[in-house]
Nanobody, 121 residues
Framework: QVQLVESGGGLVQPGGSLRLSCVVSGSIFSINAMGWYRQAPGKQRELVAASTRGGSTDYADSVKGRFSISRDNAENTVYLQMNRLKPEDTAVYYC???????????????WGQGTQVTVSA
């Protein structure tokens, strides 16, 4: 069984910062890509930031220069540092990991339960 558990969400004022964390646990053989998505009310889920095991990163244009993704491969953890937050960043943020378990030879995508980020004065 694989679990992705996010933490670090909350209410923050515009211009503030938050750091999200996501710990992946379970019978994990290997983790490839890890990332963060978000879904605002009435909108589709969108990619925020992604990181490969080798360290390559990708960001949505709307967060470039403000958000930073990092990961600790030894701890199976991915982080999202969010600075200069805007009201339009308000959404549920989901952790995502492409991983291989000991029970099968193929990589599959797993999701966390989500953590709410609200940016408001």
């Amino acid at each position: 069984q694989v679990q992705l558990v996010e933490s670090g969400g909350g209410l923050v004022q515009p211009g503030g910062s938050l750091r999200l964390s996501c710990v992946v646990s379970g019978s994990i053989f290997s983790i490839n890509a890890m990332g963060w998505y978000r879904q605002a009310p009435g909108k589709q889920r969108e990619l925020v930031a992604a990181s490969t095991r080798g360290g390559s990163t990708d960001y949505a244009d709307s967060v470039k220069g403000r958000f930073s993704i990092s990961r600790d491969n030894a701890e199976n953890t991915v982080y999202l540092q969010m600075n200069r937050l805007k009201p339009e960043d308000t959404a549920v943020y989901y952790c995502n990991a492409q991983l291989q378990t000991y029970s099968g030879p193929f990589y599959a995508t797993y999701w966390g339960q989500g953590t709410q980020v609200t940016v408001s004065a």
